[in-house]
């Protein structure tokens, strides 16, 4: 069988949460992968690195427990740690991914997969034969995005390491240099710190900048205190891999650094290069800009973009976010069924620009949902910005010795609705959703002050906050 209601570019988590939509609402699917099944969450990202970090993070909050910490006797056991990794990345294969494609009813073609035309997917088998897969419906790409490796002189050619090089690393380097201040240059800093390595960051733009203030700065305290050099403002002119194997990163300000390794963790760029988007009038290589039901703008409406891809939000959650609403609206319009596609309609992608949670692994974690306060500002909204020290919770002080936080919320003065709600400190990621079902449902203050937080938990500075707020 070559021809299918919806042909899917790409099986990382949007590619096959929307093949399993399409599949629930009653067409066929078939989905194309060159890799592996799973993608980059599954082997190089997501779940990989949080093993990675967590280890670190439990010992830590065993240290800050008196009468536990008296127990640990010893340091991480790195090949421990790399074991359970492995195991997190299911070893990179892809065998049970592939059962569950199988159980849901789609189809995988293994390959590299281009746009021929209209609705219409070419894919070229490892053995070089080609296979012509038609659409009746839609093509879907989701094929994701990579690392960026920028114009830095000699960059390339030393052979940098990116996000994946890095979580799939099989031994510690004594010594990392990191390029960049963001997700995952924070993140993995903390984590190969906490696994032996000196790490030197270099973060031009700062650490974290894009969230609130305190946030880069707490988190920057945080990592010196753990013997990371932070470099802020640094910027690396030049790189060269030395003869033994080494690395040396020239400064633009001429200084130099020596490291092992080096990972290059500035953003991302799409992967759209060779898809065929020239075949369809698109430019190679590109993002693709997609309407709020993720139907690629500037086509004939057959075609939909998912995840990374699409450069709305790069965050896992909400690309499988992206991939069930395309999913339903494929259908919805397959069978002539009505399309509702207004503000936080079933198939209106909302939260992308209103509510995205995202939780940064870092030690103390970083927890934050809709909007920053500047971001507020900036969209032209009248706020009121509100702060509380999460150390002055009793919660806190139960959950570790030495405590240090911070919340702030963000409300928007004209609706009485919060915008924007961001939290610093050890383990606040999972009070994240209380904070991303008040901003997504818009829950006035004054019903807000009913949602009583549980005593003593670190969550009771929603009721400090909202004190600070007044009634």
């Excluded at 949080?50 to 010992?59: E, I, Q």
């Excluded at 990374?308 to 991939?323: E, S």
């Excluded at 949602?451 to 009634?471: N, Q």
Aim: charged content about 25%; some cysteine.
């Amino acid at each position: 069988m070559t021809t299918y209601d919806v042909i899917v570019l790409g099986a990382g988590p949007a590619g096959e949460n929307v093949a399993d939509r399409v599949v629930r609402g009653g067409l066929t699917a078939a989905i194309v992968e060159r890799d592996l099944v799973g993608g980059e969450c599954s082997y190089w990202a997501c779940m990989p690195t949080k093993a990675l970090l967590r280890s670190g993070a439990a010992l830590r909050a065993v240290r800050q427990v008196p009468g536990a910490r008296e127990a640990v006797t010893g340091e991480l056991d790195v090949a421990a740690v790399l074991r359970r990794r492995d195991a997190f990345a299911s070893d990179w294969q892809d065998d049970g991914q592939v059962s569950w494609l199988d159980s849901v009813g789609v189809a995988l073609f293994r390959g590299h997969g281009r746009i021929g035309g209209d609705r219409v997917v070419e894919v070229t088998g490892a053995d070089g034969t080609t296979t012509t897969l038609t659409a009746r419906h839609a093509v879907v790409v989701a094929t994701g995005s990579g690392a960026l490796v920028p114009d830095i002189e000699g960059l390339r050619d030393a052979k940098p390491w990116t996000s994946r090089e890095t979580v799939a690393a099989k031994e510690i380097p004594a010594r990392l240099a990191v390029i960049g201040g963001g997700v995952v240059a924070s993140e993995m800093a903390t984590a190969f710190t906490g696994l032996g390595s000196s790490v030197t960051m270099l973060a031009r733009d700062g650490v974290l900048h894009l969230n609130e203030p305190f946030v880069g700065e707490q988190v920057a305290v945080s990592l010196r205190d753990r013997g990371v050099s932070v470099r802020i403002g640094a910027e690396a002119g030049s790189v060269k891999r030395n003869d033994d194997g080494t690395v040396s990163i020239t400064l633009t300000d001429g200084e130099q650094i020596e490291a092992d390794e080096l990972l290059v963790a500035i953003g991302r760029t799409p992967n759209t290069q060779d898809i065929g988007l020239d075949n369809v009038g698109l430019k190679p290589g590109s993002w693709l800009t997609v309407d709020g039901t993720m139907r690629v703008v500037g086509t004939d409406g057959w075609l939909y973009a998912a995840g990374d891809v699409n450069r709305r939000v790069l965050l896992t959650h909400q690309g499988k976010y992206q991939a069930r609403l395309a999913g339903d609206v494929i259908v919805a319009r397959a069978k002539g069924e009505p399309v509702d596609d207004a503000e936080w309609g079933r198939h209106a992608a909302t939260a992308d620009e209103r509510a995205v949670p995202q939780v940064v692994f870092t030690e103390p974690e970083v927890a934050s949902v809709g909007l920053t306060a500047a971001n507020a500002e900036a969209a032209g909204l009248r706020i009121r910005v509100v702060d509380y020290d999460l150390a002055a919770t009793a919660g806190s002080a139960l959950h570790a010795e030495g405590y240090r936080g911070h919340a702030r919320m963000v409300v928007d003065e004209d609706r009485k609705v919060i915008v924007g709600f961001t939290l610093v400190g050890p383990d606040v990621a999972e009070m994240l959703h209380a904070a991303t079902i008040a901003v997504a449902g818009e829950v006035p203050l004054d019903r807000l002050w009913h949602a009583v937080p549980a005593f003593p938990t670190v969550s009771e500075v929603w009721l400090r906050l909202l004190e600070a707020y007044g009634r």
